[in-house]
Each structure stands twice: as structure tokens, then as C-alpha cells.
């Protein structure tokens, strides 16, 4: 079983729309968690970390289920500006390995 | 502040033959993490330098190896290049490392 699974997509919108992501983890004793957006041929950015309680940041919003051991990313009103594709990553029995997952790629359509 | 930066951004190379990749972390950071990421695929972790010592090792063989220096600046080297090796080859640094990383833009490699 791989450390970090997430549903490739793509996944297609309309502007305005609101998508979710979810990312399953396999190693209950991971403790930190992000999601990192990556443009086509770029490198990876860090969008967010995901926190015990939950964090937003503007219209992004991570959560994280420690019970089901998978992450969230909520994206409200999408823009053409969020289609990516997003990262999910997750630390392995240290914090001095991450894992990524393959990505789910997001179309926002106009 | 100058990001994480790497060199070369493109690189060609026949099988067998041996490549250098370097990476300068942010200002300010000291942990320096490389990641292999082939088309289509999410990043795989190779390996981590800290201190100038590898403290932390992904599954991949011992053609792969690095080096840090004092400056925290890094070199990723692969031996007996095979085609599979093509990929992006991304450099990540970190002051803390579980507060997430910083990447450079990469090297892509392409053996052929």
C-alpha cells in the first residue's frame, strides 16, 4: 500500500464552484501534513499546512481526520487561476521524510 | 531573499554516464531534502542532508548519493545512469522540517 494515495482527476469546474479534495495516509503516527499546489512543469509551492483543527486560508480550507488517516482540501469560488494540480504530504515515521502523493489535477473551466 | 536555487535547469546525458546536480536552500536554511519526480507522478524522496551528513534515506540505490557543505549548499550525483533516471530532480529546503519546505525550480534530466 503506498504512504499517500489521492484520486489523479482531472477534476473539471466551472469558475465559481466549490471542489474537494481528499488524501488517504497510511502510517497512523504521522504528524504533519501540507498540501503543495504544482503548475504544469513548475515546482511544487506550499499552499497550506494542515492542522489537528483545521485551518483556512481565504477560500482554502484543510482538515484533517486522524481516525480515517486522510486530509481534506476544500477550495470555494474556484478561478482559473486554482486550475493545478494539488499535492498531498504527509511525514513518514520521522519528520525528516515526506511522502507525496501522485496529485489530483483541478480544471477550472470559464 | 534568493529562493532555493539549482543548477543545471536542463541536463542531457548518455547511459552510463555520471551527472551533478546543485542546489543552494534558501537564506536561512540548513536541511536540504532531493526529490526525483518522473512525468506524471508526485515527488519521491531520495534523501536528506542536515549538518552535512545524510539523515535520512528514501528507497533508492547507491548510484544515488550527495553531499553537503558548510554553506548548507548541496549536490545531488548519480552514477551509471539508466534511462529511467530521467525525471525532475527537485531540491527542497527547510529550516524546521516539519513546517514544510522550500523548492527550487528543479533539473530536469533526460538520459538517453
Known amino acids: 500500500r503506498k504512504e499517500v494515495e489521492q484520486d489523479p482527476g482531472p477534476f473539471n469546474v466551472p469558475e465559481g464552484a466549490t471542489v474537494a479534495f481528499n488524501c488517504t495516509y497510511s502510517n497512523s503516527a504521522s504528524q504533519s501534513f501540507f498540501w503543495y499546489r504544482q503548475d504544469c512543469r513548475k515546482e511544487p509551492k506550499l499552499l497550506m499546512s494542515?492542522?489537528?483543527s483545521g485551518n483556512e486560508d481565504g477560500r482554502f480550507t484543510a482538515q484533517l481526520n486522524r481516525a480515517s488517516q486522510y486530509i481534506s482540501l476544500l477550495i470555494r469560488d474556484s478561478k482559473l487561476s486554482d486550475s493545478a494540480t494539488y499535492l498531498c504530504?504527509?511525514?513518514?515515521?520521522?519528520?525528516?521524510?515526506?511522502?507525496f502523493g501522485s496529485g489530483t489535477k483541478l480544471n477550472v473551466k470559464p | 531573499d534568493a529562493g532555493v536555487t539549482q543548477s543545471p535547469t536542463h541536463l542531457i546525458k548518455t547511459r552510463g554516464q555520471q551527472v551533478t546536480l546543485r542546489c543552494s536552500p534558501k537564506?536561512?536554511?540548513?536541511?536540504v531534502s532531493w526529490y526525483q519526480q518522473a512525468l506524471g507522478q508526485g515527488p519521491q524522496f531520495i534523501f536528506q542532508y542536515y549538518e552535512e551528513e545524510e539523515r535520512q534515506r528514501g528507497n533508492f540505490p547507491d548510484r544515488f548519493s550527495g553531499h553537503q557543505f558548510p554553506n548548507y549548499s548541496s549536490e545531488l550525483n548519480v552514477n551509471a545512469l539508466l534511462l529511467g533516471d530521467s525525471a525532475l530532480y527537485l531540491c527542497?529546503?527547510?529550516?524546521?522540517?516539519?513546517?514544510?519546505?522550500?523548492f527550487g525550480s528543479g533539473t530536469r534530466l533526460t538520459v538517453v
Open positions: 504530504v504527509v511525514n513518514g515515521d520521522n519528520f525528516n521524510k515526506f511522502y
Open positions: 537564506s536561512g536554511h540548513d536541511t
Open positions: 527542497a529546503s527547510s529550516s524546521t522540517p516539519n513546517y514544510g519546505y522550500t
Open positions: 494542515v492542522y489537528s
